[in-house]
């Protein structure tokens, strides 16, 4: 299926003086302009396009493929500002619209920002907001805790950070488990630490459990090993160094020193671990 503000591979049908007609299904024929056309391309040839609407609001295709497409979320920087809203650089010679409603604070020329893209239902022109929760799902009772995730970190909040889920949901790391700084715009791998009652989702950046406190001691373990067998790295270090090391708050770290030292692997000193001799 081909849809407007999506990526598409669609068969050449037609071939004219100024490009060439895909078959698009619903859409009919769009047309393939003359400058993106190659020599092997002829009829029958698939091509990797992506489709949007052209001045006159009819669908066309592209080769060039922009930053994102309609369903997504990413950060964006403003080319322009006028009277409809603002102008957002997106990879394609025709800037995006993000209008002054869909914007959560008044866009700045140069500045970056956090937006969905969405088609707008009235001229099913394509359109970009950064009023997330208008467009994304902040009900996460279908989705699995302890689930490794993609996160686009999208605000700041007295609680913590506001994060987008797989480009579909929107949750929330609070900040006692932000370990690592955070910035707005970032990308990070994070995990479902839990769904409230309303179905609001807590985020974790670091794995859940038994199963993430083993991994990290055999990181742990490894790094004993990889410095001689003794480290400075006790459950007195200092947060940062510990973030450095193993990508973990010290909480986390604190609690797999704890469990290999009730295995006897290791030995915690005032000034560092140690492995255990066999």
Not at 120 to 147: K, N, W
Request: hydrophobic share 35%; proline share 5%.
């Amino acid at each position: 299926m081909a849809h407007i503000g999506r990526y598409a591979t669609l068969p050449i049908v037609k071939l004219v003086d100024f490009g060439a007609y895909l078959d698009a299904g619903e859409l009919d024929t769009v047309l393939l302009p003359k400058r993106y056309l190659t020599d092997k391309m002829t009829i029958g040839s698939e091509i990797d396009v992506f489709l949007y609407l052209d001045s006159n609001d009819i669908p066309v295709a592209t080769t060039i493929r922009p930053f994102t497409q309609v369903g997504e979320t990413t950060l964006l920087k403003v080319v322009d500002v006028n009277d409809a809203g603002a102008f957002l650089d997106w990879g394609l010679p025709k800037h995006l619209l993000v209008p002054f409603k869909e914007q959560h604070k008044r866009f700045e020329v140069g500045q970056s920002y956090v937006v969905t893209l969405y088609l707008d239902p009235y001229s099913q022109r394509i359109v970009g907001s950064s009023r997330l929760s208008r467009h994304l799902d902040e009900d996460g009772r279908q989705l699995r805790v302890g689930g490794k995730v993609d996160l686009l970190i999208c605000g700041k909040s007295d609680m913590g950070f506001k994060a987008v889920i797989n480009q579909r949901y929107l949750g929330l790391v609070f900040r006692d488990d932000a370990f690592k700084p955070l910035r707005y715009g970032q990308q990070t791998d994070g995990y479902i630490k839990g769904i409230r009652p309303d179905g609001k989702i807590d985020l974790s950046l670091q794995p859940l459990g038994d199963k993430g406190r083993d991994r990290l001691q055999q990181k742990i373990l490894d790094h004993l090993s990889q410095v001689g067998g003794r480290s400075p790295l006790n459950d007195r270090a200092d947060p940062a160094d510990i973030v450095k090391q193993f990508g973990v708050s010290k909480g986390a770290y604190k609690k797999a020193l704890g469990a290999l030292y009730k295995q006897r692997v290791i030995t915690i000193g005032p000034d560092d671990i140690s492995l255990n001799k066999n």
